[in-house]
């Protein structure tokens, strides 16, 4: 069975770190380009950090300067590092492929950011 299993999400200050692992496991994912994702509560999802086969990275303006995207494709996990973490960073964040697809969903890790 192919899947994504995000994990390290929980609750942290405003100003707090935290980092995200994107375990996969079925087949490698080595030449995907993938992306973390996040939904905020009554709001759509969003694609924050995307890097490709060949670790070139890309933000969304929001994220810029504050998180990381890496890989490390002989563990086939993606990670993501959040520094300086705002209330509005406050969602459930999701990894997948880049473009998405619908088969590798899985539940998130849900990170949550107080003022």
């Known amino acids: 069975q192919v899947q994504l299993v995000e994990s390290g999400g929980g609750l942290v200050q405003a100003g707090g770190s935290l980092r995200l692992s994107c375990a996969a496991s079925?087949?490698?994912?080595?030449?995907?380009?993938m992306g973390w994702y996040r939904q905020a509560p009554g709001k759509q999802r969003e694609l924050v950090a995307a890097?490709?086969?060949?670790?070139?990275?890309n933000y969304v303006d929001s994220v810029k300067g504050r998180f990381t995207i890496s890989r490390d494709n002989a563990k086939n996990t993606v990670y993501l590092q959040m520094n300086s973490l705002k209330p509005e960073d406050t969602a459930v964040y999701y990894c997948?492929?880049?473009?998405?697809?619908?088969?590798?969903w899985g539940q998130g890790t849900q990170v949550t950011v107080s003022s």
């Open positions: 997948n492929t880049n473009p998405p697809l619908l088969m590798y």
């Open positions: 079925g087949r490698s994912f080595s030449i995907n380009p």
């Open positions: 890097i490709t086969s060949i670790s070139r990275t």
